[in-house]
């Protein structure tokens, strides 16, 4: 996982998962997710129009949000209520982030990012003391993430994914259902499988999706495993 280290801000959250125009929202709105492996629950409060207000852990951290018309500021706590780091999130004339700065723990951290014309992220440029160490690139295909060239520029190492779908099944636990419309539109179905493939073209794991849906056909439990069949993680998740 080290090629993932400085994937701070947006990580995978493009697939799975007042803020300026966003992207509109109009579905399930996420209460809790409780990741089962380790243990803990996060709970999720909005501002009056919808956007992320704050995420709080049963175990003391929170994560809060502040607004203006042109930045976001991500403040991130530990046990106590002291800020451990934060992250400053510039945003475009569509009301998505164009650019992000680290501070405090993470203030050698910066990011630059593009979208397509359906408000869904085709590249993102990470940056340690202002020089670029890797960049991310998607292809979207229908809404839909299909592939992630991840590109450790020093060594010009490459990792890739790509995914499936379930076509029939919407995306209920996607950025925009947490509130982060400022991170632009998660994929619009939910994810089946996940192919890992390294810079020598080696498939080294197929990460698989299982999906449990509640009355509304919300995603209840998401339960991910290696191709091997070993339980990775599983996530529970209530909406308001």
């Keep these: 996982m080290k090629r993932k280290k400085i994937f701070i801000v947006l990580a995978v959250v493009a697939i ?3 803020c300026g125009k966003g992207v509109p929202f109009d579905g399930a709105k ?5 990741n089962v492996k380790a243990n803990y629950t996060t709970t999720y409060t909005y501002n009056a129009d919808g956007a992320i207000a ?10 809060t949000f502040q607004y203006n018309d042109s930045n976001v500021l991500q403040n991130n706590y530990t046990l106590g209520q ?3 780091s934060a992250i400053s999130y510039t945003k475009n004339a569509a009301g998505l982030v164009d650019t992000a700065q680290g501070e405090y723990l993470y203030g050698n951290y910066s990011y630059a990012f593009i979208f397509d014309g359906n ?10 003391l202002g020089a670029l160490q890797s960049t ?16 450790l520029v020093g060594s ?4 890739y994914d790509y995914y ?19 991170l632009g539109a998660s994929s619009a179905n939910l994810v089946l499988s996940d192919v890992k493939i390294d810079n020598n073209l080696d498939t080294v794991d197929v990460i698989s999706y299982r999906y449990r849906y509640d009355v509304n056909g919300f995603v209840d439990t998401l339960s991910s495993y290696h191709r091997t069949g070993q339980l990775i993680d599983s996530l529970i998740f209530t909406y308001y």
């Design 82 to 84: 002291n800020v451990s």
């Design 156 to 159: 010009n190492t490459h990792f």
């Design 54 to 63: 704050s995420m709080k852990q049963n175990t003391g951290s929170k994560v």
């Design 136 to 151: 991310v690139t998607y292809t979207n295909v229908n809404k839909n993430v299909y592939k992630i060239d991840s590109n």
């Design 16 to 18: 799975i998962a007042g």
């Design 30 to 34: 996420i209460a809790t997710v409780t």
């Design 164 to 182: 499936t779908y379930i076509p029939s099944n919407s995306n209920s636990i996607g950025v925009q259902n947490q509130g982060r419309f400022f």
């Design 119 to 128: 408000s869904q992220i085709t590249q993102q440029k990470n940056y340690v």
